[in-house]
């Protein structure tokens, strides 16, 4: 069933209650996900975006009940990533000749999905669309928001940016709003998205935010393609992007290790009990990797000022967990984080070693060389550690 956003506007979506795992396994949605698809009754019938896939059946059996079908003037597809377009095949049977408006690299993305030719319109950042009664979609290029094709599109007199991606949220709900739903979970799920999709394009966003203030758009709803509208102090999204995208970090350290005996766990206890001692205030997050969600370990880390690595020496590297983590953060970007490894070896002690280079090689900066313990800590050894703590807190502050 639609629900209204505003006038003529409905959301047409799907609500994913049991999603827990996006972008195949890589990403956790512990509170599900919503594929939000638009559609817009003016003079012309426009819609915006469809489902994934699986839903398609779904999504082209209950479309009907909203709009007849033939009455479909133009599809709009603002990113073509197939969480959004999964339901294209099946709706472009029933409307073969119907424009598909999505930016220049939407149509080869489009292709390589699904390779079919539709009657593509490609479009440029303000292009426009008349859809009567004085409206009209306009379109702003967006890309690597977070895709390349990705753009956003705007209604005119509504006042809605349709802006895909940017300022979504994983978050099933069935309340239309964002004023409506938990304010935690809400935004819990929005800073996690920006972590760990959209921050490694922070500088596009920052640039984007630019563009769409020199726009002078007035913009009262946003209607992002996943979780729930913005329609209230919408500035309170547009603000936090500006600050996610801009070295984002508040007083936090992020503590992420994996441990085979106990001895990097041991190390990691340690230090985090020297920088409480030398700072009272900071938000301590300690997470194991074999325990903890690599997304919420990344988000937490995203969130710092500064964050420690550790693992022991295993085969002269760092264990597979941690170097999959590195990987990670090579690809997300993040800004403005100081950095260190800690480990535990029984022999050479490279993993400490390669974890701290790997940070330096990536963009993190080390604070120092870190710090690595041969066999179990003994109490001295703790000590050591705890001191290391200490030090460290007082190097990030
Ligand atoms: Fe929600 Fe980039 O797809």
């Not at 994913?16 to 939000?36: A, C, K, Q, V």
């Not at 479009?123 to 290029?141: A, C, S, Y």
């Not at 099933?172 to 304010?183: G, N, R």
């Not at 990670?328 to 535990?344: I, N, P, W």
Request: glycine letters at 6%; aromatic letters at 10%.
């Amino acid at each position: 069933m639609s629900k209204k956003i505003k006038n003529n506007v409905y959301s047409v979506g799907k609500v994913d209650w049991e999603l827990r795992r996006f972008h195949g396994d890589e990403l956790s949605t512990h509170h599900g996900s919503t594929y939000n698809s638009y559609l817009i009754k003016e003079q012309k019938t426009v819609l915006i975006d469809t489902v994934w896939a699986p839903f398609s059946a779904e999504f082209m059996r209950e479309l009907p009940a909203e709009v007849e079908l033939s009455r479909i003037d133009a599809v709009v597809i603002n990113h073509a990533e197939i969480d959004h377009s999964g339901a294209i095949v099946d709706l472009m049977q029933h409307l073969p000749d119907v424009p598909v408006y999505c930016s220049h690299n939407g149509v080869k993305s489009l292709r390589g999905h699904f390779h079919k030719d539709w009657n593509f319109k490609p479009v440029r950042t303000g292009d426009r669309l008349d859809i009567g009664n004085g409206k009209q979609l306009m379109f702003i290029e967006a890309p690597m928001l977070h895709w390349p094709d990705t753009m956003f599109t705007y209604l005119t007199q509504d006042n809605i940016l349709f802006s895909n991606d940017a300022f979504g949220q994983h978050l099933a709900t069935d309340k239309i709003f964002a004023d409506l739903v938990d304010q935690h979970s809400l935004w819990k799920e929005a800073i996690k998205y920006y972590a760990n999709i959209i921050a490694p394009w922070s500088k596009l966003v920052d640039s984007k935010l630019r563009e769409l203030k020199s726009l002078d758009l007035p913009i009262d709803i946003i209607c992002p393609s996943h979780g729930a509208c913005w329609r209230k102090d919408i500035h309170k999204i547009i603000d936090a992007y500006a600050l996610w995208a801009n070295g984002y970090r508040e007083d936090r350290i992020t503590i992420a290790y994996d441990s085979m005996w106990g001895a990097t766990r041991a190390m990691a206890e340690a230090i985090a009990k020297g920088i409480r001692e030398a700072d009272s205030e900071v938000v301590l997050a300690v997470h194991s990797l074999a325990k903890s969600d690599k997304n919420d370990v990344m988000t937490d880390i995203f969130r710092s000022k500064a964050f420690l690595l550790g693992s022991p020496s295993h085969n002269k590297c760092a264990l597979a967990s941690v170097g999959a983590l590195l990987e990670e953060l090579r690809g997300l970007s993040f800004q403005g984080k100081k950095a260190a490894a800690f480990g535990s070896y029984g022999w050479s002690g490279e993993g400490q070693v390669r974890l701290n280079s790997i940070l330096k090689e990536i963009g993190y900066e080390c604070v120092d060389d870190g710090i690595r313990n041969m066999w179990q800590p003994s109490d001295a050894d703790l000590a050591r550690c705890v001191e290391y703590g200490r030090k460290f807190a007082l190097k990030v502050q």
